[in-house]
């Protein structure tokens, strides 16, 4: 009894391994679409493990206009031929065949005739759309009227370059003038620069600040002349008095600034002398242009 | 200005200046260069400041004191303060008199005119405060009693800047009190060669049977050459040179400006601006000179600031030391105006 009943199954399988070896023999798998539910546009759908003969496959690159996108989702190897997972979304209802989306990576042409080696079944796909028969869509925008010469892109860069050019003309405009003022403001020497400020301190006019930087100024400028900036600050005065030109000069400032009764010819020409061929920024300590009324000293006044 | 109430006499001044000739002459008999610090002991003499000299060990700060003394009459006193030193032994103390059984004070060495506090730091800090409290007071309480302290008085103090262990470092505060502090150089080698040749004439003197090798001390003339009386002209007439408000506004600015240095963590007080103008008039005096000049400044300002300012610590760690920050504050006088630097700083 139970040889008769191996011997029945031994049959079966037989049979059933003669079925298979027979559906192997036709070449090419039908392509195994499932049948999953068909997506709407703009939704993805998936065809999965679907076994393509012949070289492997890419997507090619896609037209703008195309309404269908496609992707290959994932790719393996299946015996000489590949197995594939096909991701699409269309864009518009209808219907489309994959296979259009398709090209083999090593660049040989896709057979299409069935039966022939490497031949692609078509690979049909469908796209419902989830609208109401008979909606009415809006009309496409129609395009704009851009004027004549090259197009939206060039008319922009074209007034961005003008707006910039115009912007510069006006700055350098603006910085010329203000040159040509400054320039007629501006002493031609420091002798220039200094004769109306030593003449209003003569008159009293300079606040005590603007007399002590005066001082300071001139100290700073022959400092620097005489290339004394390491000069011990106790010993700096010293080295100054005794320059031939300095000296002087500080010792009349000295006595004007600081005795109890200054002299009272002062000869500021003579004083200006050592200054007279200096361009007026020779000292740029000295910043008197906008002098404080002799009032001012209410701050000393105060105290 | 209003700071001279009086016009120096020509008089006046040409007897302070034949004084203060006098004493130089005096000092330059024993002591061999140095001419900056004795010019900083009589600016400190004739202003009523104190003045602290740091500088090592051999550069003739006790002998330079004994001979101002002695070349003007004072009483001189010297202290070498230690670490046990208590402040009765400076001010003085009550006694039990065992004959009468009553107590009575004892005044301490400080009741002098030039009282040489030798290594200030040595001594503990209460008994550096109740020298300085004097120092400032003019007076010493003993008991109950109060007394004054001799005028003229003038403190010298000295440190030795590089002995730094055992010692109490005094505070801001306290050196706040000195209206110099005078850092002493070593001597120029001209100097020096005539140091050796003047020591090297020293010869024995004979004493009680005995001899001793001769010092510098010894061979002090007694006789001074200038009275007390003279001093107190001299400092009067120092209170009569004419300050002019532009130097004022020179002061102010560099004052200003310590407070506003990137380096400084405390600039300077209202009392250095002070001392800068007392020994800048003192100065002038002993330059021939009855009015005060940039120069006066610009040589008193390291002695009258740098112990008022306090660097930052970075500044520190970067290597810049006090002398070059006054250097670079009086480099940047007339610089421009000083609302400018206040906005920098605030930056």
């Given at each position: 009894m139970i040889r008769r009943r191996a011997l029945l199954l031994a049959t079966v399988c037989a049979l059933l391994a003669c079925g298979l070896s027979l559906r192997a023999q036709e070449g090419v798998l039908a392509p195994q679409v499932p049948a999953p539910e068909i997506p709407s546009v703009g939704m993805p759908g998936l065809i999965q493990e679907l076994v393509l003969s012949g070289s492997e496959l890419e997507v090619r690159p896609r037209d703008p206009k195309d309404p269908l996108v496609l992707r290959i989702a994932r790719v393996s190897p299946h015996g000489s031929d590949f197995r594939y997972d096909l991701e699409f979304v269309g864009l518009e209802p209808g219907t489309y065949d994959l296979r259009d989306g398709l090209r083999r990576k090593d660049g040989t042409p896709i057979e299409t005739?069935?039966?022939?080696?490497?031949?692609?079944?078509?690979?049909?796909?469908?796209?419902?759309?989830?609208?109401?028969?008979?909606?009415?869509?809006?009309?496409?925008?129609?395009?704009?009227?851009?004027?004549?010469?090259?197009?939206?892109?060039?008319?922009?860069?074209?007034?961005?370059?003008?707006?910039?050019?115009?912007?510069?003309?006006?700055?350098?405009?603006?910085?010329?003038?203000?040159?040509?003022?400054?320039?007629?403001?501006?002493?031609?020497?420091?002798?220039?620069?200094?004769?109306?400020?030593?003449?209003?301190?003569?008159?009293?006019?300079?606040?005590?600040?603007?007399?002590?930087?005066?001082?300071?100024?001139?100290?700073?400028?022959?400092?620097?002349?005489?290339?004394?900036?390491?000069?011990r600050p106790a010993a700096l005065l010293g080295r100054l008095r005794e320059h031939p030109e300095a000296g002087p000069l500080l010792s009349s400032l000295e006595a004007w600034l600081h005795m109890p009764s200054p002299p009272r010819n002062i000869d500021v020409t003579g004083l200006l002398a050592p200054y007279r061929n200096l361009p007026p920024d020779a000292v740029p300590e000295l910043d008197l242009q906008s002098p404080e009324p002799p009032a001012g000293n209410a701050r000393a006044a105060g105290r | 200005m209003t700071q001279n109430p009086a016009q120096l006499s020509r008089d006046d001044f040409q007897k302070t200046e034949a004084f203060i000739r006098a004493v130089r002459q005096r000092v330059a008999t024993v002591v061999v260069g140095q001419d900056v610090v004795v010019e900083r002991l009589l600016i400190a003499l004739f202003t009523g400041g104190h003045i602290l000299l740091q500088g090592v060990p051999g550069l003739a700060k006790t002998l330079l004191i004994s001979v101002l003394s002695k070349s003007i009459d004072l009483d001189f006193a010297r202290i070498q303060f230690t670490i046990d030193l208590l402040p009765s032994d400076i001010l003085g103390s009550e006694i039990l008199d065992q004959r009468t059984n009553e107590f009575r004070v004892r005044k301490g060495p400080i009741f002098t005119n030039l009282l040489l506090a030798d290594e200030i730091n040595r001594a503990a800090p209460k008994v550096q405060g109740a020298l300085l409290e004097a120092m400032q007071e003019r007076k010493v309480t003993i008991g109950n009693e109060t007394f004054r302290l001799p005028a003229p008085f003038l403190v010298i103090a000295t440190q030795n800047p590089v002995e730094q262990s055992g010692t109490f470092e005094l505070p801001e505060a306290q050196l706040d009190r000195f209206m110099l502090v005078h850092r002493l150089e070593y001597p120029s080698p001209e100097e020096e060669r005539e140091i050796l040749i003047r020591n090297s004439a020293l010869g024995v003197q004979r004493q009680d049977g005995g001899a001793i090798v001769q010092t510098e001390f010894d061979v002090l003339k007694k006789e001074p050459v200038g009275s007390t009386n003279e001093l107190v002209a001299a400092m009067e007439a120092v209170h009569r040179v004419h300050v002019s408000e532009t130097f004022v506004e020179h002061v102010v600015d560099l004052v200003?400006?310590?407070?506003?240095?990137?380096?400084?963590?405390?600039?300077?007080?209202?009392?250095?601006?002070?001392?800068?103008?007392?020994?800048?008039?003192?100065?002038?005096?002993?330059?021939?000179?009855?009015?005060?000049?940039?120069?006066?400044?610009?040589?008193?300002?390291?002695?009258?600031?740098?112990?008022?300012?306090?660097?930052?610590?970075?500044?520190?760690?970067?290597g810049v030391n006090g002398k070059q920050i006054v250097a670079e504050l009086l480099r940047s006088l007339g610089g421009g105006p000083l609302e400018a630097k206040h906005e920098m700083a605030r930056a």
């Open positions: 005739s069935a039966g022939a080696p490497g031949s692609l079944p078509a690979i049909p796909v469908e796209v419902r759309s989830v609208l109401q028969p008979g909606i009415v869509k809006p009309h496409p925008p129609s395009d704009l009227d851009v004027p004549g010469f090259g197009g939206y892109r060039t008319v922009l860069v074209a007034a961005g370059v003008l707006w910039i050019a115009g912007l510069l003309v006006i700055l350098l405009g603006w910085r010329r003038r203000r040159r040509a003022e400054i320039a007629e403001q501006r002493p031609a020497t420091l002798a220039e620069r200094l004769r109306p400020l030593v003449e209003r301190a003569l008159a009293g006019e300079l606040s005590r600040e603007q007399r002590s930087q005066l001082e300071l100024s001139l100290v700073a400028y022959w400092r620097r002349k005489l290339d004394l900036e390491h000069e | 200003n400006r310590s407070r506003v240095h990137k380096s400084i963590e405390l600039g300077c007080s209202p009392r250095a601006g002070i001392a800068l103008i007392k020994a800048a008039r003192a100065r002038a005096l002993m330059h021939g000179r009855h009015y005060t000049i940039p120069e006066d400044l610009f040589a008193l300002a390291e002695d009258v600031m740098l112990h008022r300012m306090r660097l930052k610590y970075e500044a520190i760690a970067e």
